[in-house]
């Protein structure tokens, strides 16, 4: 394996350096010992690196440290067109936390088994060492099952893994030092199993045009997340433990995680037979019915030797204290968790799906209490609302921090990609280069918060990533471009270049109301975060600070996307998906036609005012999507786009006098 791994290392190393040169002789020296805890939570996995005039010397206490210490190599290597080279260093490292994750929804968007493997790829030059993948929910069942093999033929909709499929790509994870944890979802978000085995169910399904078809037209519907099993049945159980176990083969990783989150309590509530049942067993709700179903389900796993996970809303049911709690709807159950000694995840200010910018996820740490959840005025207008969650989300500024011993308790967090609004072409986009700031996070001393350096660092990083993993990046997003007419890509592209997608759940109620079509507009092609709008903000923040060097490159910028709508407007050609976001290619010219008359020093009072209402509007487009589950009532930008160089031009008219 570690041969294997040297000969990717290698392989990295001759693309980073571009060249079939013949180079200086650089060695390499490894010392590794054996480690029976290899691809367990308990793995070994630091090194020491020491490089000096051209002898690498790398010292691990197991495999996981060897795969580590290359990914550092490849980070510190430097290119120039004939060659590679090293600096002289000396690194000790290990990482903070030990579960460090990548959770991917496969059940609402199936993803191929290549394109997981190149997130697998990029999770081991990252140092992310589990790979979680969500199997089945309301939109979908993906693994072949051989004992109920209506979870293929009804629920998967077509689109599922077989079972070798599956082994073969745990190996290709344990290959690269990476865990596989799978996900089976009970007993809500069951709809896919129901449709398959509809006896089992709670409640009569939705009608079949509120079912789901596959993909996000799943929600379009609005019953099609609650459908749950009913857990008074033996026979409910009876399938859940037999699907376990032919998964459990599967799956070898000590750990499975069997979903527990957002049970509907009118689906037990509403069924007389069901609220007989918890009348004559005394439950006085449907959680405590919850717990008893959960506690069963932990009970049955350990006795097949896993270790249970479940969504936070484990902590309510009746189950010791080894049960992994997955922390997702607010900070505050990290304090939860650890007082209750169970290890913990943190997943809840790590979505992905919410396409917040990188610095957001960089400036969330596992221990703090108050990184995410609902606050202000948004839990103000969730409570007004009667909105069922707003206490469950609602952050708790009165807890204390962690203590020294609930620390212990956090295993580490995850990276997470629910798939409503991503399909397999967005996949690489929406999980990179963020994840590897979460990677950062969960690896790193918790005093390593440097933001400014670490956008410093990201554009290089995407680079690499997208050059050594996700070699299909640029060639999905050239795939999505040529859905459109070719006189039109240039200045769309230049467009899509400086915006980024509308934040938090707004993705989703848009794509609620058009379907599977949005995966086709603008906004699915856009990134979270646009590379060439910070490095304007940057130049512009610069010149408003006195350094006036900036202002031929900030110019340059300006006065392309100055021009860009007329190219625009005499090539969209009645496309809707273009029409649509006519007004951000509007407003795009316009911010960029201030930031050239601020550069100028030609601003007027009455100039500055028209300015002034403009970057008014813009502000209001972020604040439309600012909160993070409920909507603004603001209306919300053209297509989704927000436009990113707003802080650029706003730094630029604020360094201008206003001429009277």
Request: net charge negative; charged share 20%.
């Amino acid at each position: 394996m570690l041969e294997r791994a040297s000969e990717r290392l290698l392989h990295s190393l001759r693309l980073s350096s571009r060249s079939d040169k013949k180079q200086t002789t650089c060695s390499l020296e490894i010392r590794s010992k054996d480690d029976p805890a290899y691809l367990a939570i308990g793995e070994r996995e630091n090194y020491q690196l020491t490089i000096h005039q051209g002898k690498i010397a790398l010292n691990a206490e197991g495999p996981s440290g060897v795969l580590h210490g290359f990914a550092t190599l490849v980070q510190l290597a430097g290119s120039t067109p004939d060659s590679v080279s090293f600096r002289d260093v000396t690194i000790s490292d290990a990482p903070r936390f030990r579960w460090r994750g990548l959770m991917i929804d496969v059940a609402r968007h199936f993803m191929s088994v290549l394109a997981l493997k190149r997130q697998i790829d990029a999770m081991e030059l990252t140092k992310l060492n589990v790979l979680h993948l969500h199997l089945s929910d309301g939109s979908a069942f993906r693994v072949e099952s051989q004992l109920f093999p209506r979870l293929q033929t009804v629920s998967s909709h077509g689109q599922y893994y077989t079972q070798d499929e599956i082994r073969d790509l745990v190996a290709y994870a344990a290959e690269r030092g990476t865990r596989v944890v799978p996900e089976f979802d009970v007993p809500g978000h069951a709809l896919a199993v129901l449709e398959a085995y509809p006896l089992l169910a709670a409640q009569p399904l939705p009608a079949a045009n509120a079912a789901c078809t596959g993909g996000s037209a799943c929600i379009a519907g609005s019953n099609a997340n609650n459908p749950a099993l009913d857990p008074t049945k033996p026979e409910t159980l009876d399938f859940v433990e037999k699907l376990f176990v032919e998964m459990m083969h599967l799956f070898p990783d000590a750990y499975f995680h069997a979903g527990g989150d957002e049970v509907v309590a009118s689906q037990w509530t509403g069924n007389p037979q069901i609220a007989s049942y918890m009348k004559a067993h005394n439950y006085p709700d449907a959680a405590a019915l919850q717990g008893e179903f959960t506690a069963k389900i932990q009970a049955f796993l350990a006795g097949q030797g896993k270790t249970m996970i479940g969504w936070d809303e484990v902590l309510s049911a009746p189950v010791p204290q080894s049960v992994v709690a997955d922390v997702w709807r607010s900070s505050k159950w990290i304090s939860a968790a650890t007082a209750k000694m169970h290890p913990t995840l943190v997943s809840s200010g790590y979505y992905l799906d919410l396409l917040r910018p990188t610095r957001e996820y960089y400036q969330i740490d596992p221990y703090n209490l108050m990184a995410s959840g609902l606050s202000g005025a948004e839990l103000e207008h969730a409570r007004q609302i009667h909105f069922r969650l707003a206490d469950a989300f609602a952050l708790d500024p009165s807890l204390p921090p962690l203590s020294a011993r609930q620390k212990q308790y956090v295993l580490g967090g995850e990276a997470v990609l629910w798939t409503e609004a991503v399909s397999e072409q967005m996949l690489n986009q929406r999980v990179w280069p963020r994840a590897a700031v979460i990677a950062e996070r969960l690896w790193s001393p918790e005093t390593v918060t440097d933001v400014a350096d670490m956008e410093r660092r990201l554009p290089h990083i995407a680079a690499q990533l997208n050059r050594l993993a996700l070699t299909t990046t640029q060639q999905d997003h050239e795939q999505m471009l040529s859905r459109y007419p070719t006189a039109s890509r240039h200045a769309l592209n230049t467009v899509l270049q400086v915006t980024s997608p509308v934040r938090n759940y707004t993705i989703n109620r848009m794509i609620k109301k058009a379907g599977e079509g949005l995966l086709t507009w603008p906004v699915a092609m856009a990134e979270p975060d646009s590379f060439p709008a910070m490095r304007f903000n940057q130049l512009a923040e610069a010149y408003a600070h006195g350094d006036h060097s900036t202002a031929p490159e900030l110019r340059r910028d300006l006065e392309q996307w100055s021009a860009n709508d007329g190219q625009f407007e005499k090539t969209i050609g009645g496309v809707a998906a273009l029409e649509m976001i006519r007004p951000v290619s509007q407003q795009l010219s316009a911010l960029a036609q201030a930031g050239l008359e601020a550069l100028d020093g030609t601003i007027d009072t009455a100039r500055r005012t028209q300015i002034e209402k403009l970057l008014a509007q813009q502000q209001e487009t972020f604040a439309a999507s600012s909160w993070q589950l409920l909507s603004p009532p603001l209306p919300q930008p053209a297509g989704g786009l927000l436009i990113d160089i707003v802080p650029g031009i706003r730094a630029l008219i604020d360094s201008v006098s206003t001429v009277h």
